[in-house]
Structures are given as C-alpha cells and as structure tokens.
C-alpha cells in the first residue's frame, strides 16, 4: 500500500491532511524521511502478499507483486531493501506455482536468487531444487498416465527439471535420482510411442522421433540397434504408403489437383531417400538385415523413378515436351546419385532405371539428342 504511494509521483498524505485531494504534489519537505517509508513499505507490501497468497487470491499477488517489482528494476537496492525485494518474487514464485505456472515459478525464484543478500541465497537455491523436484515428479507421474503420444514430451520436460534443480544445488540426491529415473524412462517411450504411430501408420512421425532418439548423445548402446531396425521398418511401411497413395492418384494423374499431389508424393519419397543414408551411417549392418535393408533403399528409388515421370508424361502439348527433357534428365542424375549413395547396383535398380528410359523413348530423348548434334 504505502510501497504503491511512496514510489508513484504522487507522496503519501498525511492523516490530518484535508479530505478534499491536494491539487498539486506536496513539497520535498515530507514529513517522513523517505529512505525509512521506503524500507518500510516494501516489507508491507510483501506482508500484504503474502496474506493476499493465503486467501488464495493468487492472481491478485502476481498483478501486485509484479506491478511493484517492475517499479524496481535496474534500481540500486540497499540490503534492506535487496532483503525484501527478494521475499517479494518468493510470493509471486508461489502464486504462480498455485497457478500451475511452474515456469513462471521458477523464473520468479531465479529473480530472488539474483537479487538476494549473500547470506540469504542458498535459502532461495534450495526453493529452486524443491520446485523443480516438484515440477520433474510431476512430469514423470503424466508421463507414466498419458496417452503415448505425450510420454516423450512428458519425460523430456522432467529431465530438464531435473536439470534445472540441479544447477541451483549440484549435490542435491532427490534431483539426482530423479534425473536417473527420467533417464531410463527416456528410452522405453521413444519406443512406445513409436510403435504407436506405426500402428496409426504415421510413419513421417515415427520416422522424426527415431532420428530424435538416435542423434541423442546419451543413447544406451543396447539400444541403438533395436532403433535403427525401426527405423528400417518405419522407412520401408512410410514407401509402401507412398506407393498405395500415388497409384490411386494415377487413376486421376490428369486433374491438376492430383498432379500436385503426385509431384509431392514424390518429393516424399525423396525425403526417405537421406535418413535410409543416414541409417546406413548409424552402425554395422548384419547380415540378418542387410537384405531387409537393401530391399528398403530399392522401393524407395523405385518410388522415385515411379512417380517423378508423371506430371511429365502430363504435359498437354508438343511445345512443353521441350521442358520436359531436362527434367526427365534430372530425374535420371538424381537415380545414378542414389546408386552411389545407398550402395546399390545398376542391376538391383533395373526396374527405376527401365522406367526412366522408357519415358526417355516416349519423348523422343534420342532422336532429339542425334537432331541436334546433326544441327
């Protein structure tokens, strides 16, 4: 109360003033020193916080405490008043806590901690721990109740809790098991909750959480391999799809809407093309996978020579077949590119590099090459 007068231009007016308001601001000479209603009226405002917290008015904290706080800034405090400032985020941090805004906590305590007298700071570091202790117990009790698609994020968010806690108070043990737990609770719902999106046949999905999981530093080593099998899996169910998608659009390849969808149906099969290099990159293929694994990268070239030639073939008229050339002859750089990079033969490729050529011979590619040399 007396913190909101004392610190806004208007001074604060005495008891025996008159009833009617003052018409201008009362001269410098106030009658109390302003150093001692300073100190004094932040440790009211804090008080009436806090009593406004245990009416569980916690809106009302926040709105005064950061209306106040915000007064203050870049301010130079005394120790007094660094004391009380400090116990005034505190409030807010619990107001917000109330609120489930364990975020806005935290940052709140991080404001005490920073502004806080030196003696006073390991109280605030271990408000830090314990909220986020709470925050990552948590996490972890949603992520053991949701649904699979919100376990890794769940997980994920009580990991850096717990990590959060920790930068506050290193040897704290409950943040530390806490962190172990979350930890080893990491791996079992990456695979989760991809097997769920498989099941769901949401295989772009499932594909980005498995490249998440395996480019994470910390991954178990027992658990690269059950990983980079999924993936296999998840790129080979994601080309099936591909190739059920693009022949119903064949049945309609002339409507211009279906053309779009074929261009970037094969734009998607493309896209399989880099994580099935990348997988190759991860580790040793044994043999029990190498052939699952070379019939993957085969469908997935085979989809791009099956759909990239048709918005060619579409071209309505002669003068577009002009266009059409260096694009088919981009197509069949981009099928001798992928040989090289997966590691596959021109004989295990045969089928994309027949259809390439086939379409090479419905454009004439040939005789336009022998035409133009003749010129």
């Known amino acids: 109360m007396e913190l909101e007068a004392e610190r806004l231009p208007e001074p604060v007016v005495a008891a025996e003033a008159p009833p009617e308001p003052p018409p201008e601001p009362l001269p410098a000479s106030s009658p109390e020193p302003a150093p001692t209603a300073t100190g ?17 008015r916690y809106d009302e904290v926040v709105s005064v405490g950061e209306e106040a706080l915000a007064r203050l800034r870049d301010t130079p ?23 489930g805004d364990d975020v806005g906590a935290s940052v709140a305590l991080e404001s005490a901690l920073g502004v806080a007298p030196a003696e006073e700071r390991v109280m605030y570091q271990q408000d830090i721990a314990a909220l986020s202790y709470s925050a990552a117990q948590a996490a972890l009790a949603r992520a ?31 943040l530390r098991e806490t962190r172990e737990t979350a930890r080893a609770a990491i791996w079992p719902a990456y695979e989760q909750s991809v097997r769920k999106l498989l ?60 053309l779009a969808a074929l261009r970037r149906e094969a734009g998607d099969y493309e896209d399989t ?13 044994g043999p029990d996978r190498e052939v699952e694994t070379r019939a993957t990268r085969v469908r997935a070239v085979e989809g791009v ?18 266009e059409a050339v260096p694009r088919t002859e981009t197509v069949r750089e981009r099928l001798r590119s992928c040989m090289e990079q997966l590691g596959l033969s021109a004989e295990e490729l045969s089928v994309a590099f027949a259809r390439i050529q086939r379409l090479c011979d419905e454009l004439g590619m040939e005789e336009r090459v022998r035409a133009s040399r003749r010129r």
Request: aromatic share 4%; hydrophobic share 45%.
């Open 77 to 99: 405090l005394s120790t007094p008043q660094a004391r009380q400032t400090a116990a005034l985020w505190a409030v807010v941090a619990l107001a917000k806590q109330a609120l």
């Open 305 to 322: 020579a099956g759909l990239r030639p048709l918005p060619i073939r579409q071209l309505p008229d002669a003068d577009d077949r002009d």
């Open 40 to 56: 004094r009226a932040d440790l009211l405002l804090v008080e009436r916080c806090f009593s406004l917290y245990e009416d569980r």
């Open 199 to 258: 099941q769901r046949r949401e295989f772009r999905a499932a594909r980005r959480l498995l490249r998440e999981a395996l480019e994470d530093p910390e991954i178990p080593a027992a658990r690269v391999g059950p990983f980079e099998e999924l993936l296999l899996s998840t790129l080979g169910g994601e080309i099936g799809q591909l190739t059920a998608q693009a022949i119903q659009r064949m049945q309609a390849a002339r409507d211009s809407e279906a």
């Open 273 to 285: 093309l880099d994580p099935l290099v990348r997988a190759l990159k991860l580790g040793d293929i």
């Open 144 to 174: 053991g109740g949701s649904d699979t698609d919100d376990r890794v994020v769940e997980v994920r968010r009580a990991l850096a809790w717990s990590e959060r806690g920790l930068s506050a108070v290193p040897s704290d043990g409950r």
